[in-house]
């Protein structure tokens, strides 16, 4: 079993940043690809960005790129997403999610993600 926890979410202005946390344990040497997927209210849950965990391997959905970065801290389990110039359209639950399917073109497929954190919530008003 993995366990995911997520932090960093919150309100912010247009234009501001935040920095969201995923912190993994438990059966973590299972780690292929960790994730994060938004979902708004009314909408369906959508990926945002993927890495590979062996080697950093990113991918971010295109009304992201240029604007959040992810990485992960393979020493502590931890996978972040900065995000800057945020828009009121990013507002939404994000979740981390992990997979441990080793094919990279599953990756930004919500169901090869077998575990996922409980959501945080990122609001950014206008």
């Known amino acids: 079993q993995v366990q995911l926890v997520e932090s960093g979410g919150g309100l912010v202005q247009a234009g501001g940043s935040l920095r969201l946390s995923c912190a993994a344990s438990?059966?973590?040497?299972?780690?292929?690809?960790m994730g994060w997927f938004r979902q708004a209210p009314g909408k369906d849950r959508e990926v945002v960005s993927v890495?590979?965990?062996?080697?950093?391997?990113?991918y971010y959905t295109d009304s992201v790129k240029g604007r959040f970065t992810s990485s992960r801290d393979n020493a502590k389990n931890t996978l972040y997403l900065q995000m800057n110039n945020l828009k009121p359209e990013d507002t939404a639950v994000y979740y981390c999610?992990?997979?441990?399917?080793?094919?990279?073109?599953?990756?930004?497929?919500?169901?090869?993600?077998?575990?996922w954190g409980q959501g945080t919530q990122v609001t950014v008003s206008s």
């Open positions: 890495i590979r965990w062996i080697d950093g391997l990113t």
């Open positions: 438990g059966r973590t040497g299972s780690i292929y690809v």
């Open positions: 999610a992990m997979s441990e399917d080793t094919r990279w073109g599953t990756a930004t497929n919500s169901f090869a993600y077998r575990y």
